[in-house]
T-cell receptor, first 109, second 115 residues
Framework: SQQGEEDPQALSIQEGENATMNCSYK?????LQWYRQNSGRGLVHLIL?????REKHSGRLRVTLDTSKKSSSLLITASRAADTASYFC?????????FGQGTRLTINP | NAGVTQTPKFQVLKTGQSMTLQCAQD?????MYWYRQDPGMGLRLIYY???????DKGEVPNGYNVSRLNKREFSLRLESAAPSQTSVYFC??????????????FGEGSRLTVL
């Protein structure tokens, strides 16, 4: 990827557990965004964290940003079956929003 | 609210045929984008339009043309389809140019197969 890469590529956990996904990027950023994609659907914006923020919460989502390590993490707490989806980070590169390859999250009942 | 609407949802073409993917947004956004999504490749930007009347190339523009017909509509044209263009195409829009701070709103995708 030219900018962001998610890790792991796939993650399978039991319902109720927490899920953590990581994103690494290469250049300085103004902000980093996370998106979710359910199978066969378009992407949906989850959360945006600015470069001067270290942590941000939205419901069961917690995003952290470490600009010194050029990395971000997305934590989903108390996972549900409906959280099964692919998750993408996105950053601006060459004045365009570019996406990583995504983490495929499966929540097992 | 419809948001971003793409047509068609599915299309099968033969090599060499042409077609146009249509996209319309009703959120009064200035910027619109076309991405393609392939397995293991994430989303790659094909073209984008910062505002009505302007278009710019993205990462993978070869084999495509676009038209920003008005503020609402942004179409993607394949003049001579090739099997390598088999993909899922997503249109998106945002309030702010270059998505420096604006979130993108996506359509549901157009699944194109080129035989």
């Amino acid at each position: 990827s030219q900018q962001g890469e998610e890790d792991p590529q796939a993650l399978s956990i039991q319902e109720g557990e927490n899920a953590t996904m990581n994103c690494s990027y290469k250049t300085s950023i103004n902000n980093l965004q996370w998106y979710r994609q359910n199978s066969g659907r378009g992407l949906v914006h989850l959360i945006l964290i600015r470069s001067n923020e270290r942590e941000k919460h939205s419901g069961r989502l917690r995003v952290t940003l470490d600009t010194s390590k050029k990395s971000s993490s997305l934590l989903i707490t108390a996972s549900r079956a409906a959280d099964t989806a692919s998750y993408f980070c996105a950053t601006v590169w060459a004045q365009k929003l570019v996406f990583g390859q995504g983490t495929r999250l499966t929540i097992n009942p | 609210n419809a948001g971003v609407t793409q047509t068609p949802k599915f299309q099968v073409l033969k090599t060499g045929q042409s077609m146009t993917l249509q996209c319309a947004q009703d959120m009064n956004h200035n910027s619109m984008y076309w991405y393609r999504q392939d397995p293991g490749m994430g989303l790659r930007l094909i073209y984008y339009s910062a505002s009505e009347g302007t278009t710019d190339k993205g990462e993978v523009p070869n084999g495509y043309n676009v038209s920003r017909l008005n503020k609402r509509e942004f179409s993607l044209r394949l003049e001579s389809a090739a099997p390598s263009q088999t993909s899922v195409y997503f249109c998106a829009s945002s309030e702010l140019h270059r998505a420096n701070t604006g979130e993108l709103f996506f359509g549901e995708g157009s699944r194109l197969t080129v035989l």
